[in-house]
């Protein structure tokens, strides 16, 4: 024993002598790390002042702007004080608010007593303010930052120790008279600011070694403090631990004899505190299980007193657990059944009639603050011995309810957005659309007639822009019809070369105007006629082309028509017919193909502002192709160009005319593009002729000494084009030609060349063809010269002659057509004067607005009534209406046709349900007009043609 105590004692003193050192460690650690930490804490602080000291000085120098503006400026300006930027060198001048900021920063900079550096400056700056712009990584930082969100300061610490700057940055935004001067003052580098725009940027950078020096300095005396006072605590300790060690040892040996005492006592304790333990984990697990439920569980006797609950019960219904505990359950219950939930407890006990146990339902509860919500109940029953407790589980749901009123109300407010886009596509379409009838309908009036060719171009030049933003408006609205899923295909049939032609005509001059070639080829095994959508078909190839001619700054654009399938297939079958738009364009990298399908994507943001358009063509192409039974794609490599290609799903039909033969089968043909050359060979060859293909003048002559017994010679006039009465001009070419052959020639050109060629005297059997060249025309001229060739004495230059306008000429018997023209706008209306004059319509009545036309048509005994649906007073649907409700049966079978400009889906049906008889969309065609006035008036078409010469 005494043994074992002297080994404690020794124990004792080093364990004594230890603590001691390990409470000095720890002391000296204490304090380095509080002293750490106060040091950062203040660091922090101090950044914090310096931050909150720039933005208050910031924001005085803005309201000393603000001061010299409001002020100051108005009493100059009254005073007659010129303001300007240049006022040092004016003794009679004050400078512009802008200038004064900037010279007023300066003089605060170079302050002797200032450790503030102020500086205002822009990307944008005046060009006589040289130190204007950016000059660091910050100052470009700040200002990206602050156009971004410009309520908001941007700081930056930079530096380290006693050399760490604090540089502040607020945005400097336009007013509405910094608008003004800024847009109008002499030598501003941009002149569309707008109210808000971040201008320029207020920088401020001060130090912060006066805040850090004064910091260290505290903190030092502190942690000295400190150090003394731990030393002191450290020897107090050592007194108290010596006194501890005399204590300790005098109470060990009692402790001893107690120790045994207390051995067996404990061995019976453990048993019980084991057991009890157990049960308390198991009361602890279950009640942690409880609580940690988000729903409200609340348990009740068989009188319906609550006896527990868990802490749920607060967050739903406002109760802590403890003020439950003891009530009658009904507190909780709303409405009828509060009074009579204990008669439900009653009964279900005396008959067992399960009621609510064991099954869910939705009610109505009732929080402290007296408040009604949404629940659903779960009701269980527990029985042990005599006694039954209910257990009940509920859930608020107001979150869930409110979620599907919102879920609801968002529907309803997404139908109402769709309906007002809808409505608000209608508008713009009728809007636009309405002086576009009178630019589109003036113009086809104008090329109607005697026009010179220059004058003839210009006026196609109108149409086709008109044209052009019609296309972009049909795009809008197609668009909106395919998110809408209303897009439709309507088919019919019809030929595909003047379809084909007919979009190569309105491309033409988009093309020749960038010096570019434009040609179609179509293979042998395409059908001549085919059941599709032709309009659809035609906006397809438009969109295609007219991409394909925007992005192509030299060389050409084809168009190519094939069959998928191996051969032409009977009437009735299907086939799948591709087209492809070749060009020598810019071509589009790997990267952008995927998305260029999309609407609204282009290969980069700059191509909208190059070269226009809505981003909506290629989308819409995709639309129809599949809802054509086909499909679209591309090849494209940068800088060689793409081909876009489209296939469509058609049915074989009966065409009209018969198959060209030509009797003229050895031509010689003299093109400028090599590449075109092979694509007009495998033509030509397609039509049963036997072409040569040359690419140079000396090719052509040497071929023609050999042999001159060619029935044709074609030759491009830009191979030999300079000009026409140049020594090198087509002359010479012709005269070299005529050395050698007296073969009917062929000369095509651009429109601008033809009329150049057309007042030169190149000799007889001359035929000028306009490019791009048309099957149509070529067979023609080839199927005239095949009659001409053996006269002696044809013309000189034989070229397209225009057809002559469309008349409508009336039945016999008929007498005078009497027609009433109702219409608003007084450009639509001279535009559809015009038109039915045009069509030999002389008795037109006009009306301006639906209940003149209601009064005429009670007056007059009309064949036809033309009604624009939109107008003021009475609109037409409410005319048509009151029309038809007349008593006269004349009133009912009076034919109605529809003018609106109006094209959204529903419009036609809308003109129909009011008992309208047809439907005429804006702008009005001169031949869908005819086709309407044949339709309903019962007239003929007269076509008056002049041969060509």
């Not at 008959?351 to 269980?380: C, M, W, Y």
């Not at 599709?532 to 654009?557: C, W």
């Not at 168009?559 to 086939?575: C, P, T």
């Not at 064949?863 to 409700?885: F, H, N, S, W």
Request: aromatic share 8%; with cysteine.
């Amino acid at each position: 024993m005494t043994t074992e105590n002297t080994r404690a004692g020794l124990g004792d003193g080093f364990i004594t002598r230890y603590i001691v050192y390990i409470l000095s460690f720890l002391l000296v650690m204490g304090s380095a790390l509080v002293f750490w930490f106060s040091y950062q804490k203040n660091h922090s602080i101090n950044e914090q002042i310096a931050v909150y000291e720039a933005s208050q000085f910031t924001a005085s120098v803005s309201r000393f702007r603000t001061f010299y503006s409001e002020q100051f400026v108005p009493r100059a300006k009254e005073n007659g004080i010129p303001l300007t930027h240049d006022y040092l060198e004016r003794k009679d001048a004050l400078p512009i608010p802008a200038t004064m900021m900037i010279d007023f920063a300066k003089f605060l900079t170079d302050s002797k007593d200032s450790d503030y550096r102020i500086r205002f400056y822009s990307d944008l700056p005046f060009p006589w303010r040289k130190d204007g712009g950016l000059h660091d990584g910050f100052e470009k930082w700040a200002l990206e930052e602050l156009r971004k969100n410009p309520d908001k300061a941007v700081w930056r610490f930079e530096g380290e120790g006693d050399a760490q700057v604090l540089r502040y940055a607020r945005a400097d935004q336009m007013g509405q008279s910094c608008v003004n001067c800024h847009n109008s003052y002499p030598g501003t580098p941009k002149r569309d600011w707008k109210v808000g725009d971040v201008r320029g940027v207020l920088a401020v950078s001060r130090p912060l070694s006066g805040f850090e020096k004064a910091t260290k300095e505290a903190m030092m005396e502190s942690f000295l403090m400190l150090l003394g006072l731990g030393v002191a605590m450290l020897v107090m300790l050592v007194l108290a631990l010596r006194s501890l060690r005399r204590s300790l040892k005098e109470s060990e040996a009692s402790a001893d004899a107690a120790r045994l005492a207390n051995q067996k006592l404990v061995l019976g304790i453990e048993e019980r505190e084991r057991l009890a333990e157990d049960l308390k984990a198991s009361q602890v697990k279950t009640r942690t299980i409880v609580d940690s439920v988000l729903d409200a569980i609340v348990v009740i006797n068989s009188r319906g007193i609550i006896i527990e609950t868990n802490k749920s019960v607060y967050p739903v219904f406002g109760y802590e657990p403890e003020e439950l505990l003891g009530q009658n359950v009904s507190v909780l219950v709303e409405g009828e059944h509060q009074h009579k939930h204990d008669q439900y407890i009653q009964r279900y006990l005396e008959t067992g009639e399960p009621g609510i146990i064991g099954r869910a339902r939705q009610l109505k509860a009732r929080r402290k603050d007296g408040s009604i919500f949404p629940v659903d109940l779960s009701v269980n029953e527990a029985r042990f011995g005599d006694n039954v407790v209910f257990t009940g589980i509920i859930r608020d749901i107001s979150h869930r309810i409110q979620a599907q009123q919102e879920l609801a109300k968002a529907r309803d407010e997404a139908l109402e957005s769709a309906r007002l886009k809808s409505e608000f596509l209608a508008n713009m379409s009728h809007e636009i659309r309405t002086p576009m009838n009178g630019v589109i309908g003036m113009a086809e009036l104008l090329l109607d007639g005697a026009l010179s060719r220059e004058q003839r171009d210009q006026v196609r030049t109108v149409q086709h822009s008109a044209e052009s933003l019609l296309r972009i408006i049909n795009d809008i609205l197609d668009f909106s019809k395919i998110e809408a899923g209303k897009l439709t295909i309507s088919n019919s049939a019809f030929e595909v070369l003047p379809v084909i032609e007919g979009v190569i005509d309105l491309l033409a001059d988009n093309a020749q105007n960038k010096g570019i070639e434009l040609a179609f080829f179509v293979d042998r095994n395409v059908p001549a006629a085919i059941v599709s959508d032709p309009v659809r078909l035609r906006q397809i190839l438009i969109n295609l082309l007219n991409n394909a001619i925007k992005f192509t700054e030299r060389g050409y654009v084809v168009l190519k028509i094939s069959n998928v399938d191996a051969s032409v297939g009977q009437e009735g079958e299907r086939q799948h017919l591709r087209f492809d738009v070749i060009d020598t364009g810019c071509g589009i990298p790997e990267e952008a193909q995927a998305r260029l399908f999309t609407a609204f994507s282009q290969v980069d943001g700059s191509i909208t502002r190059q070269y226009g358009g809505t981003g909506l063509g290629l989308a819409i192409c995709k639309q129809l192709a599949h809802l054509m039974g086909g499909d679209v794609g591309l090849l494209s490599k940068v800088g060689v160009g793409s081909n876009f290609w489209v296939t469509i799903e058609a049915v074989v039909s009966t065409c009209t005319h018969c198959a060209f033969h030509p009797c003229l089968t050895s031509v010689l043909m003299l093109g400028a593009k090599p590449m075109l050359n092979g694509y007009y060979e495998a033509q030509l060859r397609q039509w049963g002729m036997e072409p040569v293909m040359v690419d140079s003048l000396n090719t052509l002559i040497m071929l023609l000494e050999g042999n001159n017994a060619f029935d044709l010679i074609a030759l491009d006039a830009d191979m030999a084009y300079y000009r026409p009465d140049h020594p090198l001009g087509m002359a010479a070419v012709v005269k070299s030609v005529r050395e050698y052959s007296q073969a009917p020639l062929v000369i095509y050109g651009s429109s601008k060349q033809i009329v150049a060629l057309e007042g030169v005297r190149l000799g007889r059997h001359i035929h000028l063809l306009n490019k791009p060249l048309k099957h149509s025309v070529i067979q023609r001229q080839l199927s005239h010269l095949q009659i001409a060739v053996p006269a002696a004495e044809s013309p000189a230059i034989a070229a397209e002659t225009p057809a002559a306008p469309v008349e409508v000429v009336p039945q016999a018997g008929d007498g005078s057509i009497r027609i009433l023209l109702t219409e608003d706008h007084m450009v639509n209306q001279k535009v559809a004067l015009a038109m039915l004059k045009k069509l030999g319509c002389s008795h037109v009545d006009c009306a301006v607005n639906g209940e003149e036309a209601l009064l005429a048509v009670q007056k007059h005994r009309y064949g036809l009534v033309l009604m624009d649906c939109q107008m003021p007073v009475m609109d037409g649907y409410e005319a048509t209406r009151k029309i038809r409700k007349l008593e006269d049966a004349y009133y009912q079978e009076l034919p109605i046709v529809a003018l609106t400009a109006h094209t959204m889906t529903g419009d036609e049906e809308k003109c129909y349900a009011a008992g309208m008889n047809d439907y005429l969309s804006k702008p009005v065609r001169l031949d869908e007009l005819q086709r309407k006035l044949e339709k309903w008036l019962k007239v003929k078409a007269k076509l008056v043609e002049e041969e060509v010469a």
